[in-house]
């Protein structure tokens, strides 16, 4: 076995990302990542995988998990990621991505976990309560990029942290073994314009746990409800501005202004070029027309692929075995490296 990494096929680099399927997706899962997602395609080798394993670090039960997951699987393909093209898959289909996290656990320092700000966020007060999973989720994920040598991970900001960790662990393993097993990733942070705010609450982001459902647009709200949402949505009395810097002292507005522009792709200048001046009885119906012409398309098709969850799966197991096929040399390759006896050349 050579020292070569093998790489994405010439000229293309390799992105892979994932996605917990735990709740309901929402408009800030959209146009914070799987727009972004879909768009990468072209331009890379592409491999998607709803991390489940990642979702069991708390709680799921069972029967959520699935339907979640299947749930996950239909709005990306209904979004437009093409089985195709690119890998979908569900990770706990390809078992090298625990494999490889163990091994990681191995090389990772205690003093580097102890840094990451999403553990402290998530355990809260009760750490000692927190699962030991929670804990080495980060090792997990970087397990998933590398288990690809993949070259570039679109993530939004706050996942940049764990990105670090994983270039970190990257590196380790290549001095500690001697050996350039692994490439350092790029992470490729989602610009600012797309992180979509709560309806209700400009300054806290939209989220699936938010206890108003108001608060969010979900992948699956018929266009009624979407109309529905934006109506009600927090605004102030002003008009809107026709400068952007107008908009940094007015977070509903310029939550509302920023989803516009993404849905419309277009820059917020050119939004407040048409609507600067106009207050938001002229501009909420603009926006949920919009809304409804970009997403409720998504939710019609997700709703008829779910209605055949055999085929969703068969997508899925399809995919797994098409990330078994790139992951499983590589984790050979690790075996071997580390010294593993046995069946390292068909691992
Ligand atoms: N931690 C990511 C999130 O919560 C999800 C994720 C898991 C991921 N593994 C990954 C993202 C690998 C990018 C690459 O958003």
């Given at each position: 076995m050579g020292n070569s990494t093998e790489q994405a096929p010439a000229g293309k680099g390799r992105i892979f990302s994932g996605i917990q399927p735990t709740g309901n997706l929402h408009l800030g899962n959209y146009l914070g990542a799987i727009r972004n997602w879909v768009s990468l395609q072209n331009d890379f080798e592409s491999i998607y995988c709803v991390v489940d394993l990642h979702a069991i670090t708390v709680h799921q039960d069972p029967l959520q998990l699935q339907k979640s997951t299947r749930e996950v699987a239909a709005c990306l393909i209904a979004a437009g990621i093409s089985t195709d093209q690119s890998i979908l898959f569900?990770?706990?289909?390809?078992?090298q991505h625990a494999e490889l996290a163990w091994i990681f656990n191995c090389v990772t320092r205690l003093g580097w976990l102890n840094r990451m700000t999403q553990f402290k966020e998530k355990a809260g007060k009760n750490r000692e309560n927190a699962s030991v999973g929670l804990y080495a989720y980060p090792t997990l994920m970087a397990a998933d990029i590398l288990c690809?040598?993949?070259?570039h991970v679109p993530v939004g900001e706050d996942q940049k942290q764990h990105l670090e960790l994983t270039r970190d662990i990257a590196q380790a393993f290549n001095s500690i073994y001697g050996r350039d097993v692994f490439p350092l990733p790029n992470p490729q942070i989602f610009g600012t314009a797309t992180r979509v705010m709560s309806l209700r609450d400009g300054a806290a982001k939209m989220s699936?746990?938010?206890?108003?459902?108001?608060s969010r647009i979900n992948m699956t709200d018929d266009a009624d409800l979407i109309l529905q949402k934006i109506r009600k949505a927090k605004t102030d009395s002003d008009a809107l501005p026709s400068?952007?810097?107008?908009?940094s002292s007015r977070p509903e507005a310029a939550n509302l202004v920023g989803i516009y522009a993404a849905l419309a792709d277009c820059s917020t200048e050119n939004v407040l070029a048409e609507f600067?001046?106009?207050?938001f009885g002229e501009f909420k119906p603009m926006l949920a027309d919009l809304a409804v012409a970009r997403l409720s398309p998504i939710g019609d098709e997700m709703r008829r692929l779910l209605k055949n969850p055999g085929d969703i799966d068969a997508v899925l197991a399809k995919g797994a075995d098409r990330a078994t096929a790139i992951a499983r040399p590589l984790l050979a390759q690790v075996h071997d490296v580390i010294g593993f006896l046995g069946k390292s050349t068909d691992h």
């Open positions: 569900n990770q706990s289909c390809v078992p690809y040598r993949a070259t699936k746990s938010d206890v108003s459902d108001n400068e952007v810097v107008a908009l600067g001046g106009r207050g």
